[in-house]
């Protein structure tokens, strides 16, 4: 069964930390996808990456970055230099190619105190 | 504007009443589906459908039906509405279902209590 965990319900820090936002799955598929999706204070849900199993090149867009590894099943997403603006809630989903069901993790609160 | 819109956004009824939420998109995706968000327990997917007349059941289905009859809408009934069904529900809709789940887009929210 597919299972995505977020142990870190949440997370302080001062601005210009970087932090870490721990994401573990669990699937029985060699195809599958990942996904972490942004909730700031307003509500709304905004797309911020998708990987899929095959690619574990890590990726960096800006002042974030992702760190796939098969090995220990993990999907880690780092922010640098974190900012008040990055506050959000961020979760971490999986989907595996044979269907089309999205599993969430519970969110992590990233709070960026200035 | 490309975008996917919920309605009502804000919902309170009584159980047992009938009640429908509305989910349009205009980006002519094939995909799309319902989630609820309930605190501590993130999001759960409700039902999806890959396309017109193509609907799918997700982790949480009981208590909820849909229907895709256009590829524009996809909207939530719930028949007999009860108390453990108030909840934050959104729907999404994403690009082409070939080659695995796409980023999806996101409608609003729609705050639903049922007293």
């Known amino acids: 069964a597919q299972k995505v965990t977020q142990a870190q319900t949440e997370i302080s820090v001062v601005e210009k930390e970087d932090v870490t936002l721990d994401c573990v799955y669990e699937?029985?598929?060699?195809?599958?996808?990942l996904f972490w999706y942004k909730q700031p204070p307003s509500g709304e849900l905004v797309f911020l990456i998708r990987r899929n199993s095959f690619d574990e090149q890590n990726e960096i867009s800006g002042r974030y970055s992702w760190n796939f590894q098969k090995s220990t099943s993990s999907f880690n997403f780092t922010i640098t230099a974190s900012q008040v603006v990055d506050s959000a809630v961020y979760f971490c989903?999986?989907?595996?190619?044979?269907?089309?069901?999205?599993?969430w993790g519970a969110g992590t609160k990233l709070i960026i105190k200035p | 504007e490309a975008q996917v819109t919920q309605n009502p956004r804000y919902l309170i009824t009584v159980t047992g009443k009938k009640l429908t939420v509305t989910c349009s998109q205009n980006m002519n995706h094939e995909y799309m589906s319902w989630y609820r968000q309930d605190p501590g327990l993130g999001l759960r997917q409700i039902y999806y459908s890959m396309n017109v007349e193509v609907t799918d059941k997700g982790d949480v289905p009981e208590g909820y039906k849909v229907s895709r009859k256009e590829k524009r809408n996809f909207p939530l009934i719930l028949e007999s509405p009860s108390p453990n069904q108030t909840s934050l529900y959104f729907c999404?809709?994403?690009?082409?279902?070939?080659?695995?789940?796409?980023?999806?887009?996101f409608g609003p929210g729609t705050r639903l209590t049922v007293l």
């Open positions: 989903a999986l989907s595996e190619a044979r269907n089309y069901q999205l599993i």
């Open positions: 699937t029985r598929d060699t195809t599958y996808y």
């Open positions: 999404a809709s994403s690009a082409p279902a070939g080659g695995g789940l796409r980023e999806q887009f």
